[in-house]
């Protein structure tokens, strides 16, 4: 599974899977992929063993997410969906021409603009389907459909370019 991790303030790319009960993993995109094994201890308590070290971690719920504390250091944790659109998430990225990508493999359901068309940030441009779900996906920014190459029906992968906005 792919997502994308806001470690501290910072984005970072996350993969992670499951294998004979250890969580393989490669965080961030160039970074080796690494192997643990994960307990939960209590409620809010999980041991994990890591390159044959063992590591203590602690996870509290704020008001503002969630933190994980791990040797006396605190890190606010919480993951991004590619899918969401958040005004203020969005405004540092409102700049120039930005494309609309796929955020994973499916079938494009409805196509909601054309090819030229006006659009506001956080409209709706498409509607991919994936494992039974229909996902629209929005714009980023405000501005003009400058690319479509979005289509009824037609099979999209992970990180396609669906649309492009200027």
């Given amino acids: 599974m792919k997502c994308t991790v806001c470690l501290d303030g910072r984005s970072v790319p996350l993969a992670w899977s499951e294998r004979d009960g250890r ?15 994960v307990e939960r201890v209590e409620p809010d308590l999980y041991s994990v063993l ?3 070290r063992s590591i ?19 890190f606010a944790v ?19 021409r930005q494309e609309l990508k796929a955020p994973m493999p499916g079938k494009v359901v409805r196509v909601l ?12 441009i498409a509607v991919v389907e994936a494992m039974k779900m229909q996902n629209e996906l929005k714009t980023p920014k405000a501005g003009r459909v400058a690319a479509l ?4 029906g037609a099979s999209v992968n ?9």
Avoid: K, M
């Fill in 23 to 37: 969580i393989e993993f490669q965080f961030g995109e160039n970074a080796p992929v690494r192997s643990a094994s």
């Fill in 56 to 74: 203590e971690a602690r996870v509290e719920e704020t008001l503002d997410g969630l933190v994980v504390i791990v040797a006396g250091r605190r």
């Fill in 158 to 166: 992970a990180g396609e370019i669906l649309a492009t906005i200027e």
């Fill in 113 to 124: 603009v054309s090819e030229g068309d006006q659009v506001s940030a956080g409209q709706g």
């Fill in 149 to 152: 190459s979005a289509r009824p």
């Fill in 78 to 96: 919480g993951l991004e969906d590619p899918r969401a659109w958040s005004p203020g998430a969005n405004r540092r990225h409102a700049e120039g």
């Fill in 50 to 52: 890591l390159d044959g």
